[in-house]
Structure formats: structure tokens, C-alpha cells
């Protein structure tokens, strides 16, 4: 069965860092474009960041350009998002996804696995 699961999430003061992962089991998911989410309360669910099934192709959302950095891990079935500079706005719960073959997307309607999230909060 096809899962993922975040973990890496946790209270952090404006400022600070924090690195999430996403571990896929029941899959390789070295055929997948993989994608960080997140979901603040009362708001949609919005693109953080997604990487080809090659790591050659990035997107970014422009609220976390120059902050926050995908990787993938084919080997370990690992995706990373290493968040720094992290501000109260990017408090919410952070999902991956993934989605098989090429084709990269930001979009969340454009992926149909899913994990359960993990949670961030960024406050003093």
C-alpha cells in the first residue's frame, strides 16, 4: 500500500529552521514528482514546493523563494524541505505528495497521494 509520512514538524521562533521529511514506503518513488504542501487554518491548501522525479526541475511558491529548499532522496524514498528564515506566516500544517510521472505541478489538485501532515508553528 502506498503511503507517506512527514515528521520534522514542532515550535519554532521566527528566524529559525526547521528540515521536514516525507518517507514513502509502498513505492519507488523515483518515478514521481514529489511536492511539499500546506494548509493554514480557515485557508486552501497552496503549493510550498515541488521537484521533478529527476531533480532537475524545481518550483517554489514566491512566498518562500530564497527561504526554503526541496531535495529528494531516491535511494532512502525521502523527500526534504529545509525551511529557514521561517516567519509566523508560514505556520500550518505541511503535507507531501506525490504524483507519478514528469509532469511537475504546484498545484495541489494535480497530486493524488497524500500524506497526513506534519505541523509547524512559527511563534515567539
Known amino acids: 500500500q502506498l503511503q507517506l509520512v512527514e515528521s520534522g514538524g514542532g515550535l519554532v521562533q521566527p528566524g529559525g529552521s526547521l528540515r521536514l521529511s516525507c518517507a514513502a514506503s509502498?513505492?519507488?518513488?523515483?518515478?514521481?514528482?514529489l511536492g511539499w504542501f500546506r494548509q493554514a487554518p480557515g485557508k486552501e491548501r497552496e503549493g510550498v514546493s515541488v521537484?521533478?522525479?529527476?531533480?532537475?526541475?524545481?518550483y517554489y511558491a514566491e512566498s518562500v523563494k530564497g527561504r526554503f529548499f526541496i531535495s529528494r532522496d531516491n535511494a532512502n524514498n525521502t523527500v526534504y524541505l529545509q525551511m529557514n528564515g521561517l516567519k509566523p506566516e508560514d505556520t500550518a500544517v505541511y503535507h507531501c505528495?506525490?504524483?507519478?510521472?514528469?509532469?511537475?505541478?504546484?498545484?495541489?489538485?494535480?497530486?493524488?497521494?497524500w500524506g497526513q501532515g506534519t505541523q509547524v508553528t512559527v511563534s515567539s
Open positions: 505528495a506525490a504524483r507519478k510521472g514528469p509532469d511537475l505541478y504546484l498545484t495541489p489538485i494535480d497530486y493524488d497521494n
Open positions: 509502498g513505492f519507488t518513488l523515483a518515478y514521481y514528482a
Open positions: 521537484i521533478s522525479s529527476s531533480s532537475r526541475t524545481t
